[in-house]
């Protein structure tokens, strides 16, 4: 990917969006092959992808990065995975390169999205079990129900 993005002319925006998520609790695996390719993926891939668009975003001036991260970036929650860990170094990162000298004074944007839980391919890609989610068009309700 990195080799991909250097060989275009230009890279107005870049969004960063690919993630993988386990299925079992670090605890209970390790550091195992797996673990280590989420780890890639989910945490060295993003500043390698920055690295190979920064350079001649800052020399033209202008750009954006968005990395779509999670809102498990704002603390563990129930994972006990290197998931949430993954998305708060992420967070740091991003939001540290953005509010960089350099970058502010080159016109580059950074931002970062922490979405909640969305149905999409990647649990059933990493055989998270997603069935005490919510559904899809459900919210908790603002107010408690108001007594009888």
């Known amino acids: 990917m990195e080799d991909l993005v250097r060989g275009w002319t230009t890279v107005d925006v870049l969004v960063s969006n690919a993630r993988i998520v386990l299925h079992r609790p670090f605890p209970c695996k390790g550091l195992d092959e797996e673990e280590e390719t989420m780890l890639d993926l989910n945490v060295r891939a993003g500043p390698r992808l920055r690295h190979a668009v920064l350079p001649a975003m800052v020399a033209r001036r202008s750009g954006s990065i968005v990395d779509v991260s999670s809102f498990m970036a704002a603390g563990p929650g129930a994972l006990s995975t290197t998931y949430p860990a993954g998305k708060a170094w992420l967070l740091s990162f991003s939001e540290g390169l953005g509010c960089s000298q350099q970058l502010r004074d080159a016109g580059v944007r950074m931002m970062v999205v922490l979405p909640g839980f969305t149905r ?4 059933d890609r990493s055989r998270f ?5 919510p559904g899809r068009g459900t919210r908790a309700p603002l107010h408690p129900a108001a007594p009888g």
């Open 129 to 133: 079990d997603a069935s005490g989610l």
């Open 120 to 123: 999409t391919g990647l649990f």
